[in-house]
């Protein structure tokens, strides 16, 4: 697998590196440890939002990070927690006294450390709530969770709770409107080819010519079963059942519907599946109202998509059409 990197240890700086220069304006990035933080943080009267996780699922967390969307995002290694320390030195740096949300995806290593930077944040005196992301319907168990994952919801979650803190909402409030859309939400994914790590060089797993991982996590953990591949209309619509079962969804509910690319699927198929996607949503009788289609929370370049359906009530339509301005969002303004 050919790469465009210069030395495996330093792949995540180096990243980091550029994207400060890419952004001026709308980022700063901290070395040692590493967090990225809004040009303007920390913003007065507003409460911080914070996630993070593994690096390898850009823009996922950091390409998130600005007016109307996060406050900081911490990026560990390569799908590697960042650590206690790192967490509370992000957070630290963005709280202005209106208290801190930590949007967290269940993954154990993510669960465990930003609860210990939690616990060291509230014994400096700073609140701090933490939102757990468990929307993949493909597994109630992986080998690198404990329940579902979290997956495609924590984008839509971190716009819309981006929106309510900008607009002055309270750290209660912010809390309960992402329980709210980690609540409403569903995902699923599949993959037609592996990954490559940069800082080991190996692939993530193997697939057969024509076989593809259905249910796949964003580290390659197996999903549901090894099928054949088939058309983009059947392989979208099985993504769909399940995620529309699960709620379940209901005729008449406002939906946000949700493509997202992994990494080396190309915006040409990622439109083949949305079409497909809204299609059998508007056969299920769902009122498709938002959507958002691209390659948003990725597994570095893997082949293969997601799909999210959020069930929309007036509060998240109204936060997720709030003006956002961050490296990979931008829109309203």
């Known amino acids: 697998m050919k790469q465009l990197v210069n030395a495996p240890d330093q792949v995540v700086t180096e990243a980091l590196q550029g994207m400060a220069l890419a952004y001026p304006d709308l980022i700063r990035v901290h070395e040692n440890p590493h967090y990225i933080v809004r ?33 900081a995002a911490c990026p560990g290694a390569v799908f590697t927690s960042p ?33 210990m930077a939690a616990e060291l944040l509230q014994s400096d005196g700073i609140e701090v709530r933490t939102v757990i992301m468990d929307d993949d319907v493909a597994v109630k168990d992986s080998l690198y969770t404990a329940g579902r994952r979290g997956v495609g919801a924590t984008v839509l979650a971190e716009k819309i709770c981006g929106g309510a803190a900008e607009a002055g909402a309270s750290l209660d409030e912010v809390a309960a ?24 060089g190996q692939a993530s797993f193997t697939l057969g010519e024509n076989e593809i991982e259905f249910g796949i996590g964003i580290h390659g953990e197996p999903g549901r079963q090894r099928i054949p591949l088939q058309s983009a209309d059947t392989l979208t619509e099985m993504l769909m059942i399940p995620i529309l079962e699960d709620l379940p969804f209901k005729k008449g509910d406002e939906i946000l519907l949700f493509v997202n690319g992994l990494g080396a699927t190309p915006l040409l198929e990622q439109y083949i599946v949305y079409r497909a996607a809204e299609t059998v949503a508007k056969k299920h009788g769902l009122k498709v109202s938002r959507r958002l289609v691209g390659a948003y929370m990725t597994s570095l370049d893997m082949a293969g998509i997601s799909i999210t359906l959020l069930r929309l009530d007036e509060t998240m339509r109204q936060y997720w059409d709030a003006p956002v301005r961050s490296p990979a969002l931008r829109w309203g303004l």
């Open 83 to 115: 650590t206690p320390d790192q967490i509370q030195e992000a957070s630290a740096a963005v709280h202005a006294g209106k208290g801190i949300l930590h949007i967290v995806k269940n993954y154990t290593g993510d669960v465990l450390n930003f609860q």
């Open 177 to 200: 409107l992402c329980s709210s859309v980690n609540a409403s939400a569903r995902s699923m994914g599949l993959a037609l080819g592996p990954c490559t790590n940069p800082e080991t």
């Open 39 to 71: 040009a303007d943080a920390p913003k007065n009267g507003k409460v911080a939002l914070v996630s993070g996780g593994g690096s390898g699922h850009e823009p996922m967390h950091g390409g998130f990070v600005g007016l109307g969307m996060l406050d």
